[in-house]
Structures are given as structure tokens and as C-alpha cells.
């Protein structure tokens, strides 16, 4: 049902609000048609690395073809190609780009009740990798454009499908490829992709988080340098030692707090459909009251919110050392930094620099697969309002702006002015 739920919410923005009356639609055969599409793509293994996303868009080609829909395929690599599906309006108004990527996180199958790509159906459920990262909104867009092809509904802007490649951590296969290479391909006025969902608190809907910004990802590496020597002689410049300390003070420092229009809005709109034990507290952070101790209550108790209010520093990666008698003259730990839309990375850090205060560690920028920053999207505009409305209409709660403290390839977009 969730994936009649999406499609209902992708078509409300595209159709015109009596599309319903004026065309006699099945809705059980179109959910059983979409779920058959879902588990289809679910049982290829497009785990990235390595990726290998080629058979699901030979798949979703196949199915577009069948439908007389005009598409396209770009690729970096043959293994990794991009899909790219169109259905042409008047011209009216700038296209509408709706958009999932094909490939998902790597898995342990170990640790599955059942098979990772079985795409098992049981309960109500579809058991597999990928179920809502991100093949949920692949088949939602499929949908999508097999339903204004089969009613064919007269459009004022064109609307595109991309199905990409690479999401999971390797961009240069997929949305990097398209926006430097295709662009016109792609673009549009308006993206709806992944970064948003509705919050239920007891089985209650509470409200519906529409992402319009997020942060940017940034690696930093901490190189702790000493003398080597034996274990058995103790020495005050031990390269683990000197990391150690320097690893407590970049964790342990609270980075400025500053919020932008999206949060603003979130923690002023928050404090009213959360419960009222904690409601005074997002008020706390628009009204600047009693900051130190609210601040405290979420990184303790809601680590998500506090790490929307800043630039955040999580150690994730330690290496040092290769006998248990031997003093290592080299030590490093990887920090995984989600910064703020509009960090000045490298003012930042200096100032990481000048909090460890140490000349044995060098903190340096690391290679990292990182998304470019980009103002967020505007709350006023066309898109958005038809993201509230229908959130009212299918699930009478609030439509709240969110910043991801994850990474999406919506960041690409933003930066091209979509």
C-alpha cells in the first residue's frame, strides 16, 4: 500500500485535482501491477560497491518501451548506466524531474531473516535491500509514467523519469555524470527524490517532513605523529596517545550552533504537534532561552535535532598500532563531518585545528565522495504548496521543512537552481 500511497503523491502534483473523477482507474490492479514492477528490481543485487546497476535498467526499459514511452540511457560505465524517460507537455512551464537511484548499500546476509534479494512477501511486507532505499521511489516514478501515458493527460510541463546510478557513495556513475554531461537532459523546474516521510508517534501520524536542504558530507583525518619505540618504555609522545586526546577534544567540542530558513521553520513549527513534555524545548532554540541545557537534552535524548543545529564531528574510523610490545610512530582516525549548507569548510578547520592544539596531529582534508552545497529550496513555491496540500488531503497532518543530516543527490539539483 505504501507504494500506491507515493504514487498518489507524485500524480496529485502533476494532475489537476478532478484527474480522479474524470478517469476510472483500478486501483487494486494498479497496486498488484506496481508491486509485481517493486519486487522485480528488488531481486537484482545492486549492492555499490560494485554497483552493477544494468539489469534493472534493462528492466525498466523494457517495461517503458512496452508502453510507448520515450527513453534514453547515458553511462560513465556499460555496468552503470543512467535511465532517462520522458513524457512531453505543452511546454507551458519548466519541466518536473522525478527521480531514484537503482543502486543500494551493501549487505551481510547473515544477518537477514530472509534473503536479501528475494524481495520475500509475507504479513504485508516486502522483505529486501533497497525496500526503502531507494527502489520505493524507482517504481513510484515507473508508475508515474505509465499512468499519463495510459490516460494521457494533457500536460503543461514536460516530466521527466531518471533512474541513476550511484547514489550510495559513487556519484561520478550517476547524478555527477548527468548534471556535467546531460544536462538538458534532466533539466527541470522542480525534483521530487527521496528526503521525506511521514513521523508516526503510537501509530498516530504526527506530521509529514519534507526535506529541502541537507548537509554537505566531509571526511577529516587526524595524523598523529611520534617517536616509535617498546612497549615496555612508556613514551609521552606515543602516537595513540596524542590521537586519543585529540579524538576526545574534536568529539567533545560543541560547534556554533546556527540554523537557516528551513530550520527555523522546523523548530518553530515542531514545538506544536510534538508532545507538550518537550514542545518548550524547540521553542527554546527560536527564542534563544536556556540554549546550553536544551542543547544538552538533544544530544543525549534526540541526537538527530542536535545535530541539525551544527556541524557535526563523529570519529568512525581509528588505526594505529601492529604489535601489542611495539609503540606505532603513526596513528590516524577518520572523522566523518556533516557540515552545515554554508560552512566554510576550511575556516572550519582551522578552528578544529586550533581546538586540538596539538603539532603532533595534522588534521587534513581527506577524499570523500562529497555532495556540492547549495542554498535550500524555497518554502513558498509551487511545489511545496502542493506537497502540503496533499499531505492534508491524505493525511490531515502538517508538512514540516527538514534538513537531512544525511547525504542525497538532491544536492546536485539544488546547485543548478532546481
Avoid at 519486487?39 to 518501451?65: H, N
Wanted: with cysteine; proline share 5%.
Amino acid at each position: 500500500m505504501k507504494k500506491l500511497v507515493l504514487i498518489l503523491f507524485f500524480v496529485s502534483f502533476i494532475f489537476s485535482n478532478n484527474l480522479f473523477s474524470q478517469n476510472k482507474i483500478d486501483w487494486n490492479k494498479l497496486n498488484e501491477e506496481t508491486l509485481t514492477h517493486f519486487q522485480a528490481i528488488l531481486r537484482f543485487d545492486t549492492s555499490d560497491p560494485p554497483g552493477k546497476e544494468l539489469p534493472v535498467v534493462e528492466y525498466l526499459k523494457s517495461v517503458l518501451d512496452k508502453e510507448g514511452i520515450e527513453n534514453k540511457i547515458f553511462s560513465f560505465d556499460a555496468n552503470r548506466p543512467n535511465l532517462v524517460a520522458r513524457i512531453k507537455g505543452s511546454g507551458k512551464k519548466q519541466p518536473l524531474l522525478i527521480m531514484g537511484h537503482t543502486d543500494v548499500v551493501n549487505v551481510d546476509p547473515s544477518k537477514w531473516i530472509y534473503p536479501p534479494f528475494s524481495a520475500t512477501r509475507t504479513d504485508g511486507y516486502i522483505y529486501s535491500r533497497g525496500t526503502v532505499d531507494d527502489k520505493d521511489n524507482v517504481v513510484a516514478c515507473l508508475m508515474n509514467m505509465i499512468m499519463l501515458k495510459r490516460l494521457n493527460i494533457k500536460l503543461d510541463r514536460d516530466v521527466i523519469f531518471l533512474a541513476e546510478a550511484g547514489e550510495e557513495g559513487n556519484v561520478k556513475y550517476g547524478i555527477k555524470f548527468m548534471v556535467e554531461n546531460h544536462w538538458d537532459e534532466i533539466k527541470a523546474e522542480y525534483c521530487l527524490a527521496e528526503g521525506g516521510g511521514v513521523v508516526r508517534e503510537g501509530g498516530k501520524n504526527i506530521f509529514a517532513g519534507i526535506q529541502t536542504t541537507e548537509k554537505i558530507p566531509y571526511r577529516i583525518d587526524l595524523i598523529s605523529r611520534g617517536t616509535a619505540g617498546h612497549g615496555s618504555r612508556p613514551l609521552k609522545s606515543n602516537s595513540i596517545l596524542h590521537l586519543a586526546r585529540a579524538v576526545d577534544k574534536a568529539s567533545s567540542w560543541r560547534t556554533p550552533m546556527r540554523l537557516n530558513e528551513t530550520t527555523k521553520m522546523f523548530f518553530d513549527k515542531i514545538g506544536e504537534v510534538r508532545n507538550q513534555e518537550t514542545s518548550h524545548l524547540f521553542k527554546n532554540i527560536i527564542d534563544g532561552k536556556d540554549l546550553e541545557s536544551t542543547q544538552d537534552y538533544f544530544q543525549d535524548k534526540m541526537p538527530g535535532l542536535y545535530s541539525v543545529l551544527r556541524t557535526s564531528i563523529s570519529p568512525n574510523i581509528i588505526d594505529g598500532g601492529y604489535r601489542i610490545n611495539v609503540i606505532p610512530s603513526v596513528s590516524e582516525a577518520a572523522l566523518d563531518v556533516r557540515a552545515l549548507p554554508d560552512e566554510d569548510i576550511q575556516k572550519f578547520m582551522q578552528t578544529l585545528r586550533e581546538v586540538i592544539n596539538d603539532p603532533q596531529v595534522e588534521v587534513k582534508l581527506a577524499d570523500r565522495d562529497t555532495r556540492p552545497g547549495a542554498a535550500p529550496s524555497k518554502l513558498n513555491s509551487e511545489a511545496y504548496k502542493a506537497i502540503e496540500q496533499i499531505v492534508t488531503k491524505i493525511y490531515n497532518v502538517s508538512t514540516i521543512p527538514v534538513m537531512s543530516t544525511g547525504a542525497s543527490d538532491m544536492a546536485y539539483l539544488r546547485q543548478k537552481g532546481v
